[in-house]
C-alpha cells in the first residue's frame, strides 16, 4: 500500500528549515520561510516536489497551507487549522474569494494569503489558478531612453517623463526599470569640455532613441540623431524612433526653421526613416507606449508583459 505523505507549507521563522512531522497521524514534512525571496523559493522547492512525486505515481500526496488568521497565528503548531491547497485553487475558479477557519471560525482572503505565500503566472478569482512553472529570480534590466526635441516640445517630454514613470512601478515586479535621459536632464553629466558632449554620451549608451520635432530641428537635434543612426549602422542599436508633431505650423516661424524641418525631413525620406506622426500629448504618447511594448516583447530577455 501506497504511503500517503504531507507537504505542510509555512512561513515564519526565520530562515529556510525543512522538520519532518506529523499531519492527519501521517507522515508530513513542514517548510519554514521568511525573507525577502520566501515566495520565490517555497515556489521553487513545492515545484520540485510535484516534480519528483510524477516519478512515483503510488505516492499520493496532500498540500496543505496554515490558516493565517488572528487565533491561529498564535497557537502552537498542532493546534493551527490547515487548508488543502488544492481545495483553495478549487475554490478561487469558482468564484469565491472567501474561506472559513475551522477553529476560530474567521473569515480568511483567499488571495491575499496565497499571494503573500507562492508565485503566481495566474491567482485570480474564476479563473484557474497556475503556479509559475520554474521560478527564477529576475536580474533587473535597465533600459536606457534617449529623448531628443527643441525647446518648443518641452510639454510633451515632460508627459512623456510622467508616463514613464508610472509605467515604471508596473514594470517594477518584472525586475525592469526605463530610464529617460532628456534634453533637460542631466542624467549623463560627466566632465566634459561642451555640455553637449554629455548628451552625446547618453545618446552612445542607450537603448532606444526617440526623437520628437515640430516646426524646426536644432543642430544638436540633429547631431544627435547622426550619432544614434551611425551606432544603428555599426551595432543594429539603438532602436530609433521618430515622432513628428503634425498640426499648423506657427505663423511666426522663420525661414531658418523652416528650412532646418524641410532638410531633415528630406533626410529621413533618403534614409527611409519615416516619422510617426501624432496631434497631441495624448496621441504621441499612446504610439509611444506601443512602441515600447511591443520593443520589450521582441526583445524577449527576460521580459513579462501583462
Request: charged share 35%; hydrophobic share 35%; proline share 3%.
Amino acid at each position: 500500500m501506497a504511503r500517503r505523505r504531507g507537504l505542510a507549507l509555512v512561513g515564519k521563522h526565520a530562515g529556510p528549515q525543512v522538520s519532518r512531522t506529523k499531519s492527519r497521524g501521517r507522515d508530513a514534512f513542514q517548510i519554514l520561510l521568511t525573507g525577502q525571496d520566501r515566495r520565490g523559493l517555497l515556489t521553487s522547492i513545492l515545484n520540485t516536489l510535484r516534480h519528483l512525486h510524477k516519478e512515483y505515481p503510488g505516492i499520493k500526496v496532500y498540500e496543505i497551507v496554515p490558516c493565517p488568521c488572528p487565533e491561529c497565528r498564535v497557537k502552537e503548531k498542532e493546534e493551527v487549522h490547515y487548508f488543502e491547497l488544492e481545495n483553495l485553487f478549487h475554490r478561487l475558479s469558482k468564484g469565491r474569494q472567501k474561506i472559513e477557519c475551522d477553529k476560530s471560525l474567521e473569515e480568511v482572503d483567499l488571495l491575499e494569503m496565497l499571494g503573500d505565500m507562492l508565485v503566481f503566472q495566474h491567482l485570480k478569482v474564476g479563473e484557474q489558478v497556475v503556479l509559475e512553472d520554474a521560478y527564477k529570480r529576475r536580474e533587473p534590466r535597465t533600459v536606457k531612453i534617449f529623448l531628443a526635441s527643441s525647446e518648443e516640445l518641452k510639454a510633451e517630454r515632460e508627459r512623456i517623463e510622467i508616463e514613464i514613470n508610472r509605467m515604471n512601478k508596473d514594470l517594477q515586479r518584472e525586475s525592469i526599470f526605463l530610464e529617460l535621459l532628456n534634453w533637460e536632464g542631466g542624467r549623463v553629466a560627466e566632465t566634459s569640455s561642451r555640455s553637449q558632449d554629455n548628451y552625446n554620451r547618453g545618446v552612445e549608451a542607450c537603448d532606444i532613441f526617440v526623437l520628437l520635432f515640430y516646426s524646426k530641428v536644432g543642430r544638436y537635434t540633429l547631431e544627435e540623431y547622426e550619432i544614434a543612426k551611425k551606432r544603428y549602422a555599426e551595432n543594429q542599436k539603438p532602436a530609433i524612433w521618430i515622432f513628428q508633431k503634425d498640426i499648423d505650423l506657427p505663423k511666426d516661424q522663420t525661414r531658418e526653421d523652416a528650412e532646418s524641418r524641410f532638410d531633415f525631413l528630406e533626410k529621413l525620406e533618403q534614409a527611409e526613416q519615416f516619422p510617426t506622426c501624432f496631434k497631441n500629448e495624448d496621441g504621441l504618447w499612446l504610439e509611444l507606449q506601443k512602441k515600447l511594448r511591443a520593443w520589450m516583447k521582441e526583445e524577449r530577455q527576460g521580459f513579462v508583459l501583462t
